[in-house]
T-cell receptor, first 115, second 114 residues
Framework: GESVGLHLPTLSVQEGDNSIINCAYS??????FIWYKQESGKGPQFIID?????DKRQGQRVTVLLNKTVKHLSLQIAATQPGDSAVYFC??????????????FGQGTILTVHP | EPEVTQTPSHQVTQMGQEVILRCVPI?????FYWYRQILGQKVEFLVS????????KSEIFDDQFSVERPDGSNFTLKIRSTKLEDSAMYFC????????????FGPGTRLTVT
């Protein structure tokens, strides 16, 4: 069956460092990938997305890399700040469901940024 | 900036009771979703809703669950007879069009079944 999972459940970094959060997925037919940030007591907040026809996409301080060969997704956060502390989830949308948009979420990585 | 809203923020109910969780999606969005998150676990898909009908549902979404868009504004999730294992955060999400894949999540309703 399809699944999306994370390599590391926790990540601690110093303020100003770059952070890399990884995610593995198993559905090779996945067409769309998203990173969400979830702060305590809040809903998932969209960070950045990438389509399967791309291997890299940059946003403000964030970059998502997609390696379809090994079915791996990563989120890079530059100059990490204490406000980046949260749980980060990757999610994928399978090609079979793209018209309706069911998202399959990974387990989540807890990012802690120390001042 | 438009946002998805959900009420109540916290619902406590006794096992066997019916609950209705309410959501107001972003205006003009066409696709609506319910997800749930058991404490400390990942977010799980429950159901998607488009064109006034369920388009996809997960194994979790059994006969005890139902969704409705009664008035073109609200989107509700009903659990007919709650069980202890239904305790979770329930998130509503909406999405604009078939060409726009981004889903906007509400703040969630924490459901506690005692």
């Amino acid at each position: 069956g399809e699944s999306v999972g994370l390599h590391l459940p926790t990540l601690s970094v110093q303020e100003g460092d770059n952070s890399i959060i990884n995610c593995a997925y198993s559905n090779s037919a996945s067409d769309y990938f998203i990173w969400y940030k979830q702060e305590s007591g809040k809903g998932p907040q969209f960070i950045i997305d990438i389509r399967s026809n791309m291997d890299k996409r940059q946003g403000q301080r964030v970059t998502v890399l997609l390696n379809k060969t090994v079915k791996h997704l990563s989120l890079q956060i530059a100059a990490t700040q204490p406000g980046d502390s949260a749980v980060y989830f990757c999610a994928e949308m399978g090609a079979g469901g793209t018209s309706y948009g069911k998202l399959t979420f990974g387990q989540g990585t807890i990012l802690t940024v120390h001042p | 900036e438009p946002e998805v809203t959900q009420t109540p923020s916290h619902q406590v109910t006794q096992m066997g009771q019916e609950v209705i969780l309410r959501c107001v999606p972003i205006s003009n969005h066409l696709y609506f979703y319910w997800y749930r998150q058991i404490l400390g676990q990942k977010v799980e898909f429950l159901v998607s809703f488009y064109n006034n009908e369920i388009s996809e549902k997960s194994e979790i979404f059994d006969d005890q669950f139902s969704v409705e868009r009664p008035d073109g504004s609200n989107f509700t999730l009903k659990i007919r007879s709650t069980k202890l294992e239904d305790s979770a955060m329930y998130f509503c999400a909406s999405r604009g069009t078939s060409q726009s894949y981004e889903q906007y999540f509400g703040p969630g309703t924490r459901l506690t079944v005692t």
